[in-house]
């Protein structure tokens, strides 16, 4: 391991303070992008779990953004030499409801930034720390993992495919489509190209078609509870990334409730039945 990744060291610990207000109208667009029959959203409702990741988004003005249409490095995550940048994995504790209509700040903390050498070359992984709070104090405690690498090489062969963990019980079918990214693109405000613009991705990126995004993955397996469990209150989801989903293929989301009923197994498995995402969600009743 070389050290030319050693200085990002000095964003660990940095911190940052951003409000917002729980409108209803990104919540709406997310009823319909997960094609559900839901009332319209009202000042006083509860916010379904993975709807904050609709708010507090980043609005850097169109001359920072890099090519890849993310912000430029820097800032307040560290300026990670590395080209691709993903969103590998999470932990999310859901401690009271969040309202719509209530104001919420969130606090942010670099964790930790771990510069690792894998198969593929040099891997970044940086940990987030949110803290979550509305009008009646901590209501969501969550990690993020972040993951920067190298570009693959062409005929660099892709990771072995993983089965399903469990037998289904819980199992809809996700057929993807450029409307569906797009749609979550603009909720999430995420400029990244992979998402919406075919010849970027297939010959810069080197992906064979439009990318779904991981952290729509997990809310789609987030809605498989509800779906399934519409009158349990979630209390934990962590959730890790595997393996690319492309909007040219189907996928299927699926889960098994344990024995007593207190908690999940959940996974998306691509077109060819591999294992896309792995995740677990607890429940309070």
């Not at 990744?5 to 940095?14: S, T």
């Not at 693959?152 to 450029?178: G, K, L, N, T």
């Not at 990126?205 to 809310?219: D, F």
């Amino acid at each position: 391991m070389t050290h030319e990744f050693d200085h990002l060291k000095d964003w660990v610990g940095r911190t940052e303070e951003v409000l917002d207000v729980l409108s209803p109208a990104p919540l709406a667009g997310l009823s319909a992008t997960l094609d559900r029959d839901d009332p319209v959203p009202r000042a006083g409702d509860p916010v379904p779990p993975g709807g904050h990741w609709l708010f507090f988004l980043t609005t850097v003005r169109a001359s920072e953004l890099g090519p890849d249409g993310h912000p430029e490095r820097g800032g307040f995550l560290p300026p990670v030499p590395l080209p691709r940048r993903m969103f590998a994995g999470g932990r999310v504790e859901f401690l009271k409801p969040l309202r719509v209509g209530e104001e919420i700040r969130r606090v942010s903390k670099i964790g930790n930034v771990t510069p690792k050498e894998g198969k593929s070359g040099s891997l970044v992984f940086v940990l987030l720390r949110h803290e979550i709070s509305g009008p009646d104090g901590i209501a969501i405690v969550e990690e993020q993992d972040i993951v920067y690498r190298e570009k693959p090489a062409p005929d660099a062969p892709p990771p072995p495919p993983r089965p399903a963990p469990a037998e289904a019980v819980w199992q809809r079918s996700i057929q993807p489509d450029p409307v569906l990214l797009f749609r979550y693109s603009a909720l999430t405000f995420n400029g990244h190209r992979i998402h919406y613009d075919l010849k970027y991705t297939t010959e810069v990126e080197g992906y064979p078609s439009l990318v779904v995004h991981g952290p729509l993955t997990a809310t789609l397996l987030l809605d498989l509870c509800r779906r399934e469990r519409p009158d349990s209150r979630l209390t934990h989801f962590a959730f890790r990334a595997v393996r690319p989903l492309f909007e040219d293929a189907g996928f299927t989301v699926a889960g098994a409730p344990s024995e007593d009923g207190s908690s999940a197994q959940l996974w998306a498995l691509d077109s060819e039945g591999a294992l896309a995402m792995e995740a677990t969600a607890r429940f309070a009743d």
